[in-house]
């Protein structure tokens, strides 16, 4: 994150049955996502942050765009468009996927819910899923109806989230595992909650089903969250990048395989089922990947972050990558970062130089994640 | 256009190979497009527009990505993508396009440009069609790659454009017709220019091939333009929604077909091809469609058009459809909008009330376009 500029709010891009909300709340600037907006901090970047690792924040993230796949087919489809083996999953079970295309390109990373044995939803990052899942039923002989249902996620996440989630559906929701989901109830709206995040803390995502009721279900939530100190907040860079956790379009596209992205285990050849990516994934796996995404410390504090975007990585004057995502860790009071590098170039504590438009800065490759989980 | 935000550079979204000259031009605001940076204006809108309409202006539009399809079966496969009857279209042609799913919803309005027989660009608007066609490819029978190559299009529009053409290509640019392209040099640089545009203006889209040398480019462009008093632009609402041009994601999306659009002439039922959506357009040609896009002239000047932003029509206080885009035209000095109107309202002159946040306002059907193309 860097440079600031203005964004001019059109009819071309949605808003989020939030959106009224956020703006009340204080939301000081959007990123776009999956052609909505998608609300980017509030009090400040860093603000935001200590919010959520020390309390509970609520998050619009109806960016996170479903696709819901149902039919006596479905779940031959879905397997179809991931390598990971779901034969075993259960209804009420979440899973995190990649999506890759016929040479193993990863196309999205979304998380799959199992709202039925013929009922799906893949929850987005930002592509046009809708659009491949589409064009592939279009010849494929697959019994299935694939659309965009009227889904409009939040998170509810930090240390505080179970206690305010408590509050809003009972003690019922403490029983909900990891990756796992349930119906609820909340004023008359219902619900799927699912124990997920996008933050390695504690939390939540909530599934709200009819745009209507958008600054409702922020109003009965931010009430709840009240007497714990709630406070509006964003998916924090800061925090997935500490996590490790990736994002679709920053650390990786089209032209990675999951195998880069440390992701193996995510992709399952041994499987009966045919996926697409199956023989160009069993292929790369074989004759080895040549880049891998690694951890960065590099030297310099928050004003260096801004010249890190994207920048080239050297070793002894030959390129040895690129920066993918870099941001300023205020916990570990440390610039770190996640990069694309040459798989002869990973051994850990090795050091790099990462080219910027100023001085060139020392880079060290480092453990991922450089803060662990705390959602379990 | 209304409300100004803030958005925050960050790694996730790409950008432009012009991107740095758009900042160094003076840039004020982007949004986000194709998952890329789009300029949004310079100056102010209403100042670019009067450069537009009175010179000649320069826009970065690589958000415009292409998708290639290359190979024997490329003319079938990009027919299959297409309701227009492609047969006639032949070799340095460009076509506009409405692309349809199978219920002949609106994936997109390219515009194609024919390279060579087996070779064809797709030139986009707000949507991952890349995804879709390889999609369709997967299980379809044909034998094509379909991918997106390094090519990013600038615009040069405006009535000064042909001037700053030929200073640039020579007299051989004045001989390219209306929707015709070319493949021209420019300081070791190979071109494809096509005269078309999105402004109803003369004007040229400049295909670069090569995404390092956007600034050379750029740059060149600027120079040779600077005589005939060039300026930095963008894409502009006002000459377009003058021009009845339509926006993606703003006047239609997926829930609508290219008859709501006026548009069923690019869409060719009796050709022996067929394509997808052909059955789907067939029946609602039949039974009629049931809203129709149309011009309205809107009571109140500039500070009105925020609050029009897909506000909702009333005729004698029953819904009568929705805004889809508004913009005030300093021109006509009237506010004027497309709108999406049950087909029992579009009579010209027809009074209907637009319901916003403060006061309801008196609009009037109007025909379209408010202000007719001057490109050819």
């Known amino acids: 994150m860097s440079v600031l500029s203005n964004i001019v709010i059109s009819a071309r891009v949605r808003r989020s049955p939030y959106f009224a909300a956020t703006q009340r709340y204080g939301c000081k600037a959007y990123s776009v996502y999956n052609h909505m907006y998608m609300p980017l901090y509030y009090q400040s970047p860093e603000a935001d ?10 998050w619009d993230v109806a960016v996170e765009r479903q696709v819901e796949i149902v039919g006596p087919d479905a779940a031959r489809f879905v397997q179809l468009l991931s390598p990971r083996d779901l034969s075993s999953c259960a209804v009420g079970q979440c899973k995190y996927l990649m999506m890759t295309d016929e040479k193993g390109g990863i196309l999205n990373d979304p998380l799959l819910l199992k709202l039925a044995e013929d009922r799906y939803w893949l929850s987005l990052a930002d592509s046009d899923v809708l659009f491949w899942a589409k064009g592939v039923a279009y010849f494929g002989n697959y019994d299935v109806e694939v659309f965009e249902p009227d889904v409009s996620p939040l998170q509810l996440q930090g240390p505080l989230a179970a206690m305010v989630g408590e509050a809003l559906f009972g003690s019922a929701l403490n029983d909900l ?7 609820f109830e909340l004023a008359g709206m219902p619900l799927i909650v699912s124990r997920t995040g996008w933050s390695g803390e504690r939390g939540y995502e909530i599934y709200l089903q009819n745009s209507d009721d958008g600054d409702r279900l922020w109003e009965t939530i931010m009430e709840a969250g009240s007497p714990h100190g709630i406070a509006p907040a964003t998916p924090s860079a800061i925090r997935r990048i500490e996590g490790g956790l990736l994002s679709y379009g920053a650390d990786m596209n089209l032209d990675n395989n999951p195998y880069e992205m440390n992701l193996g285990r995510l992709v399952d050849l041994e499987q009966e089922a045919d996926f697409i990516g ?29 010249s890190l975007e994207r920048a080239a990585i050297t070793l002894d004057d030959r390129p040895a990558g690129r920066i993918t995502s870099a941001v300023y860790s205020p916990s570990l009071e440390q610039t770190i970062a996640l990069a694309l ?10 050091v790099l130089t990462v080219q910027t438009d100023a001085v060139p800065l020392e880079a060290t490759v480092s453990p991922l994640p450089f803060i662990s989980k705390k959602t379990v």
Request: no cysteine; net charge positive; aromatic share 8%.
């Open 49 to 58: 942050y200590w919010n959520l690792v020390n309390g509970v924040t609520l």
């Open 177 to 183: 595992k990891y990756f796992r989901f349930g119906e």
């Open 278 to 306: 199956k023989a160009a994934l069993k292929r790369i796996k074989e004759e080895g990947i040549r880049q891998r995404l690694v951890g960065l410390t590099v030297e310099g504090g928050p004003a260096v972050v801004p």
């Open 341 to 350: 590098v040459p798989v002869e170039h990973v051994t850990e504590g090795s």
